[in-house]
């Protein structure tokens, strides 16, 4: 069983709405990641946050501790932002910050 | 600002073969995590190195993969044998410290096609 449970795993919008993408893990982190790949591309790492809230331009990070459970949120979606989420955990002592990966949720925006 | 470089970017190679891949980090970056990512499935880690030393190598296959990480040069991801199964995008990230609180920046990644 996987350590980091995303959902959806596919998410399908039209252009303007507000997306969210879940994620859950089960251990102590040091922090908890949110990447983007795009098909055949590469990896970008969007946001690293321990605790509370991160923002940058239409998307927004949101994390809980005792919950154990973060969000991405898309506002005003555009096609462009179609793409594979994916979250990770950073584990921190004995771990050496290697990430854990959830799945990741293919989202489509359409025009 | 040069970001992490890797490559070749994409290699074929017959069964048998061996392949070698290179990646350099980040400017200033001593640490270096090496990722795969088979089709259809989720990115897992497979080594974690620093200058000159393996720290954390239990995702690495037992047998035909080994990594390196020497004073100079690039860290090299090294498959001998390889076997159809070793077809996959092999990332590789590196950071400036060795924990989980650090933004890991990844490469853009070698697709291995084993024919």
């Known amino acids: 069983k996987n350590e980091v449970e995303q959902s959806p795993q596919n998410l399908t919008a039209q252009e303007g709405e507000f997306i969210t993408i879940n994620c859950s893990y089960s251990v102590g982190i040091s922090a908890l990641h949110w990447l983007q790949q795009h098909p055949g591309g590469g990896i970008v790492s969007l946001f690293m946050l321990s605790s509370g809230k991160k923002k940058h331009g239409r998307l927004i990070a949101t994390i809980n501790i005792q919950e154990k459970h973060s969000s991405l949120h898309i506002t005003a979606s555009h096609p462009r932002d179609s793409a594979v989420y994916i979250c990770a955990e950073g584990a921190g002592g004995t771990s050496y910050g290697k990430l854990t990966f959830g799945q990741g949720t293919i989202l489509t925006v359409h025009p | 600002n040069a970001g992490v470089m890797q490559n070749p970017r994409h290699l074929v190679r017959r069964r048998g073969q061996e392949a070698r891949l290179r990646c350099s980090p980040m400017k200033g970056h001593s640490h270096v995590y090496w990722y795969r990512q088979l089709p259809e499935e989720g990115l897992k880690f497979m080594v974690y190195l620093q200058k000159e030393n393996i720290i954390d190598e239990s995702g690495m296959p037992k047998e035909r993969f080994s990594a390196e990480f020497p004073k100079e040069g690039p860290s090299i991801l090294r498959i001998q044998q390889v076997v159809r199964g070793d077809s996959a995008a092999y990332f590789c990230?590196?950071?400036?410290?060795?924990?989980?609180?650090?933004?890991?920046?990844f490469g853009p990644g070698t697709r291995l096609t084993v024919t």
């Open positions: 990230a590196s950071s400036p410290r060795g924990t989980g609180a650090y933004e890991q920046y």
